[in-house]
């Protein structure tokens, strides 16, 4: 029997975040293309179009018990613009985030007033969470704004075998991961996780996927974790209850007038 070759990669780096040492990864097979395979990550999470209803629970030691945000969204990839209104809590209750690239706007109920959110808080904070305003309305693309490279295969990742991808930043993209390691089902192209680096190299923040369910024939997470590897104690959870994918959109939903309205227009009001 010919001897299986294990390749040794680091996957964190000192200081900070280094919390896990190294993982022996295998040989990926021959003819497997990195950028195809993010390409199918890609899909599975945002088609051409999507429409997604969740639940976001947000712990941090600051908090004298976990945050709930309920909230809707609208992703139209082509043409770079997405909506996401909050329903609950009461106090957040109305809130929307409308981005119309390069730009996003965001709607405070309270105040009634409608605010550009400029791009260097793209990685801010989003809603109090460990997931940041880039996350959510994906100003910024994995697929076209990074290179991949295959470095293997991991032989058990959350009890599967997964490609493990580098994704490393174009010089000009308007990023600040100096690289992304993410981990891919084998067999269905879901994904398990993502590390993501800092440019000097360090490990700042850890996403999982899990509770993977066939949706229109994508292989679809319906919960995500975020922990931030700087921040001990906080984590933030997502829970998807509904999702639906390449369906057409009112053009109505993605305009500044509908941040003021009291029901989104569209799919699920």
């Not at 097979?29 to 993010?38: L, S, T």
Request: charged content about 30%.
């Amino acid at each position: 029997m010919r001897a299986r070759i294990v390749l040794w990669v680091c996957l964190v780096a000192t200081g900070a975040g280094a919390a896990g040492a190294e993982v022996a990864l295998e040989p990926a097979p021959e003819g497997v293309d990195a950028r195809a395979i993010a390409a199918r990550v890609e899909d599975i999470f945002r088609g051409r179009t999507s429409f997604m209803e969740a639940t976001m629970t947000i712990t941090s030691p600051r908090l004298p018990e976990p945050r709930r945000v309920s909230f809707r969204s609208w992703d139209d990839r082509p043409e770079k613009r997405s909506f996401i209104r909050i329903l609950a809590p009461p106090k957040d209750k109305g809130m929307g985030f409308l981005k119309l690239h390069p730009n996003l706007w965001n709607y405070i109920p309270r105040v009634e007033r409608t605010l550009r959110v400029p791009p260097s808080m793209m990685l801010q904070s989003w809603m109090g969470s460990d997931f940041t305003n880039d996350d959510l309305v994906r100003e910024s693309s994995q697929l076209d704004d990074y290179d991949h490279s295959l470095l293997g295969v991991d032989p058990d990742q959350a009890g599967r075998r997964a490609y493990v991808l580098e994704y490393r930043p174009h010089e000009d993209a308007p990023v600040i991961w100096g690289r992304i390691l993410s981990w891919v089902d084998s067999e269905s192209y879901a994904p398990l996780r993502q590390d993501f680096f800092d440019e000097a190299g360090e490990r700042l923040r850890e996403q999982h996927f899990a509770d993977i369910r066939d949706v229109q024939g994508r292989p679809f997470p319906h919960s995500w974790s975020m922990t931030p590897l700087d921040k001990e104690g906080h984590e933030t959870a997502i829970e998807i209850h509904a999702v639906r994918f390449d369906e057409d959109f009112d053009d109505a939903i993605f305009t500044k007038r509908n941040l003021t309205r009291a029901q989104v227009r569209g799919l699920g009001k």
